[in-house]
């Protein structure tokens, strides 16, 4: 999957364990969905998963990872990826705006994607299809990128990726699941929340200021392929500049918070949160207690890779570093209480929740 930095992947065995050790569990919203790596995983266990992301590429991730089935997808799918990596290359206007007035990816590379969306855009396919091809090619320029995972900037000097050539590969498109076909769709957090239900809820709202469009907006211009007028270095989208959500604030979050967990239309609620994020640890356990007892689980964490490589000025040259280089993701479960014979008493990782 691509890069990202809201990436829940080192969580996902513990997310999978408290599940799976909840009794009655069959369907799972899955309220920002992100990339859909939870949701994915969560359907090759058997769940119906109903995924929301407010931004295009995030729902055709979704549509892709958890809404497409197998049996239904592969046949035309492997057909269209190896028509596409027939095509040559044809500038235009992901050439011009990424690899021209910006160096996010290698000409060679810009003109490929130009010539293949292109394609994708004139045979008029099926949501499910095109979100699969769609994902393949998004997955593909990611592997070929010269980013530190972010497109808020690209690297000075390219990356060694960069020099590969674009190849699109089919998605780990998965059966369909046992309890039942899952859903992709993109509304605002509480329009989701308000006509969907389902056994538990996983919530993982942004924690800071950072907006996931600004961060990767060259996926959500792949996806749309509405060629807008861009800025700035990075030539973000226009749209960067007027699409917010009210988790991006922080004086709005936690009221936003607190409205989204009373009106979640489930019987357990499970968030994943940073301390470095908008609530601390009381105000979440607060505010999540509406919902019956909670429990939290501390668990320690690399931080992502721009903290890693250190602070830069605009010429490129290291002039500082980050406070620190870890920090602590959390999860936090919320509903009935527990009987004592539950796994998730007996398991020994998840005894770690107080």
Known sequence: MIKYIGSKRVLIPSILAVIEALPYVRSV????????????????????????????????LAR???EADRDDVLHDAEKLIKEFNSLRGRPGYFTQTFCVESQFFQPK???RVDAIREEIEKKSLPPQLKAVVLVSLMEAADRVDSTTGLQMAYLKRW???????????LPNVLPRAQHGKGLATQQEAFEFVDSHQADLAYLDPPYNQHKYL????????LVLWDKPSAYGTARKRSDCRERSSVFNSKPRFEDAFDRLVKSVRAKWLLVSFNNEGYLNRATAEKLLGQRGEVRTLELDHKRYVGAQIGIHNPTGRRVGKVGHLRNKELLYLAGPRLSKST???KSAQ?????
Request: net charge negative.
């Open 350 to 354: 998840l005894r770690l929740f107080v």
């Open 64 to 66: 892709c990872y958890v």
């Open 159 to 169: 990356a060694p990726r960069a020099y590969n050539d674009i190849e699109l590969r």
């Open 109 to 111: 590379n810009g003109e």
């Open 343 to 345: 796994e998730l008493q």
């Open 29 to 60: 919203l899955d309220v920002f969905s992100g990339t859909a790596r939870v949701g994915h995983a969560l359907k090759e266990r058997g769940y119906q998963v109903l995924a929301n992301d407010h931004n295009a590429y995030a729902a055709t």
């Open 214 to 221: 600004g961060n990767y907006h060259i996926w959500e211009t």
